[in-house]
């Protein structure tokens, strides 16, 4: 786990000198924000298999060293992707190392600064860097498609909380020495905050439901109002687009369980409900609109 920091520790000095400890921001002018430390390979295999990456997935790797990551996902997984890195020495490595194990029609490697680079393709991201450098990126990896995973060796996002994490002892590549490595996986989680409005006919009848969603990053709660009454749900999940939660309200004069699926869509959720109760048993198509965003909460960020 202090591997990064104990590295960047004994380059502390000459890395101010150099101007390295500017925000990512100001690491715009070129200088890198994190030092070069490889991440062990059992533990890229640990990240990788956290991802569940398959040959389906593009995965970008920030700040990506001797590509040892992305090739690794391409060479075991059939991944395509690319790395960045401001290094043009990491960047010649990268790209031999690539040609070295035969996948250099499914990778590639640009000279560019990680917060200049455009992440809407992947739906991987891998990333070594530090904890500063975590949570500058944190708004901008929260506005990537929702659904893409994030896997970050060694260092959190903060109040971001990992939807999984693991610790690995692997060895170190510097200094031969054990250590220990975390390894923090998020799934990027929709926009679901907010008031949503559906209709669908129950029993013959149209019934009108309004959901209230609050939402911190994945983290999601609420309620709905059915024919006038609050009824809280206490158990919406939230994995990416996928939305989930079930209560039971009073429907036709009858306690009735609801079960609600479905993907947020931007303003629209679509899936399904399934209703049971003494009096009816039915599986309908749901579709909610958004009505409002939740304002101001700063929930996202
Ligand atoms: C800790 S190393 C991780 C290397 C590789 N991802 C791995 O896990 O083996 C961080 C890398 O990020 C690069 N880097 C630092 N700041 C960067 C920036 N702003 N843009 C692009 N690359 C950067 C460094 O040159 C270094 O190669």
């Known amino acids: 786990m ?8 004994r380059v502390l000095p000459a890395l101010a000198f150099a101007g390295v400890l500017a925000s990512g921001a100001q690491a715009a002018g070129d200088q890198p924000s994190v030092p070069y430390v490889p991440t062990p390979q059992a533990v890229v295999d640990r990240m990788l298999e956290m991802a569940k990456v398959t040959a389906q997935d593009y995965l970008i790797d920030l700040g ?9 996902a391409a060479k075991k997984f059939g991944a395509r992707g690319f790395g960045v890195d401001l290094n043009p020495v ?108 559906s209709q669908f006919p129950v029993s013959g009848k149209p019934q009108t439901y309004e959901f209230m969603f609050e939402q911190k990053y994945q983290v999601i709660s609420g309620s709905v109002q059915v024919n006038g009454r ?43 409900a399934a209703l049971s109760g003494s009096r009816l048993t ?9 009505a409002a965003r939740v304002a101001g909460t700063g929930a996202m960020n």
Do not use: C
């Open 90 to 197: 990491r960047i010649s490595e990268a790209n031999e190392n690539a040609r070295r194990n035969g996948v250099t029609d499914k990778v590639a490697f640009y000279q560019r600064n990680l917060f200049d680079t455009d992440l809407s393709q992947a739906t991987v991201i891998t990333m070594y860097l530090l904890p500063r450098v975590n949570l500058e990126l944190r708004p901008k990896l929260l506005e990537l498609k929702p659904g893409t995973r994030l896997v970050s060796h060694d260092f959190d996002m903060g109040d971001w909380k990992a939807d999984a994490s693991v610790r690995i002892n692997a060895a170190d590549k510097f200094s031969g020495a054990g250590g220990d490595s975390d390894v923090y996986f998020w799934v990027v989680p929709a926009k679901a905050g907010g008031s949503w409005r």
């Open 64 to 72: 990506s060293g001797d590509g040892r990551i992305v090739v690794t």
């Open 282 to 290: 039915a599986r309908v198509e749901w579709i909610a609109e958004r």
């Open 2 to 9: 202090q591997r990064l920091l104990r590295v960047f520790n």
């Open 230 to 272: 609050a009824v809280k749900i206490p158990d919406a999940k939230l994995r990416g687009a996928e939305l989930s939660f079930s209560f039971t309200a009073e429907v036709n004069g009858a306690p009735v369980k609801h079960e609600f699926s479905g993907r947020v869509d931007g303003d629209r959720i679509i899936g399904q």
